[in-house]
């Protein structure tokens, strides 16, 4: 069983930036995914990156602006987000596929993490 805690999100003016941490326990050789929700729709994928950080992946909504990475080290994914919109506002959650499917699908991903609150005011 893995667990996944995030942190990181909060309050931040549009044009600012947060980075969101992912803690897992267990092993390290997951592909992980950064998901999330905004009131009244459906779950979307942001980002993802392999187990061995080789492959990195984006929604088109974030490309060029967010950037996941990790530190296998730590069990730690990261998602550095800059540029943020008030359209980013969201509850973001990371996630975990121990199976190696396809990155943008949320049912791909085995474990997830509560969710971390993300708000971007105008």
């Known amino acids: 069983q893995v667990q996944l805690v995030e942190s990181g999100g909060g309050l931040v003016q549009a044009g600012g930036s947060l980075r969101l941490s992912c803690a897992a326990s267990?092993?390290?050789?997951?592909?992980m995914g950064w998901f999330r929700q905004a009131p009244g729709k459906e779950r979307e994928f942001v980002a993802a990156?392999?187990?061995?950080?080789?492959?990195?992946y984006y929604a088109d909504s974030v490309k060029g602006r967010f950037t996941i990475s990790r530190d296998n080290a730590k069990n730690t994914v990261y998602l550095q987000m800059n540029s943020l919109k008030p359209e980013d506002t969201a509850v973001y959650y990371c996630a975990a596929d121990e199976a190696y499917g396809s990155v943008w699908y949320a049912t791909t991903y085995d474990y997830w993490g509560q969710g971390t609150q993300v708000t971007v005011s105008s």
């Open positions: 267990g092993r390290n050789s997951y592909n």
């Open positions: 990156i392999r187990w061995s950080g080789s492959s990195t």
